[in-house]
């Protein structure tokens, strides 16, 4: 017996597959296979082995990556139409995290948008920043998920697709997962244990959205950025920037202290915001570091 699936929950040498209607706990096929959230699989039965395998991985449409502890790639999610970000009120934004996401995504030509919960709070430390991102034409959904307020909107706005939740710890990902996808509360348990009964928390999760969508529900983190080898992500992923170095003098301006830098006089004169400026000067610093570490 074998068939296609998709991975909801990959750890270690062992994922959960969705195969129609059922849900396969599959071991790996071969040492060298890596799987991620969001893959499509082909796996199989194999003979006197407990369970199914998978055998093979699908081409990629894409997959979203971070910079692990010792600098490296490691992926997040796989075949992602769009990246939704989570702030809230409290805990208090981190905004250069929103841009490292917003980074991500479009050096992948991936959609983003912004999710900004817990609307029954109050929202006035949060809104010039806010107004800020809507200057730069990123979607905003405010909503708060213990009145229902905006749901609507949301819903239908990642009704089709895969969308990746992304954010800090403690913005309430699980409570839009919940009130999106009524019947991820049943299928977290499931989801958060591996095929020893452990907790598996610190891996993405996929959820079906109706008959066209479904959510990656990436873990809470402190800190994120775009991989080293996606170098201009710290130019590309601030589009501001990335519009005003076509005025630079140098094409490969870095925007920190060369002569002739429309970036840093736009910054001046307040037509690029001093805090994304900020937050491009230290993805780039990032960059360098790691690329001074080999």
């Not at 096929?29 to 006197?48: A, E, I, S, T, Y």
């Not at 407990?50 to 997959?63: C, F, L, M, Q």
């Amino acid at each position: 017996m074998s068939g296609a699936g998709i991975v909801l929950a990959s750890y270690g040498r062992g994922a959960l597959v969705q195969a129609g209607p059922i849900t396969l706990r599959c071991g790996l096929v071969g040492r060298k296979l890596r799987l991620v959230c969001g893959d499509h699989v082909r796996w199989q039965h194999l003979p006197n082995a407990d369970g199914a395998a998978v055998e093979s991985v699908e081409p990629r449409r894409n997959v979203v990556e971070r910079i692990d502890a010792r600098g490296r790639a490691e992926p997040v999610a796989a075949n992602v139409d769009r990246v939704a970000i989570v702030v809230a009120a409290e805990p208090a934004p981190d905004w250069f995290l929103v841009d490292r996401y917003w980074a991500a995504a479009s050096v992948k030509d991936i959609a983003t948008l912004l999710i900004v919960n817990k609307t029954d709070l109050n929202q006035e430390g949060i809104e010039a920043e806010l107004r800020a991102y809507r200057r730069l034409d990123l979607p905003c959904h405010e909503i708060a998920c213990f009145t229902g307020a905006g749901l609507e909107d949301l819903r239908r706005a990642v009704a089709t697709g895969v969308t990746l939740l992304a954010g800090q710890s403690g913005v309430g990902k699980s409570s839009i997962v919940n009130a999106l996808a009524p019947q991820a509360a049943a299928q977290t348990a499931e989801l958060t244990r591996d095929a020893e009964g452990r907790h598996t928390t610190t891996t993405a999760r996929w959820y079906r959205l109706g008959d066209a969508g479904a959510i990656i529900d990436a873990p809470g983190v402190r800190d994120f950025a775009p991989p080293a080898h996606l170098m201009r992500a710290a130019e590309r992923g601030f589009r501001e920037i990335h519009a005003t170095s076509a005025q630079c003098r140098f094409h490969d301006c870095r925007h920190f202290d060369e002569p002739g830098c429309a970036v840093r006089a736009a910054v001046r004169n307040g037509a690029i915001a001093a805090r994304r400026y900020e937050s491009y000067r230290r993805l780039t610093r990032l960059y360098e570091e790691l690329a001074g570490d080999r």
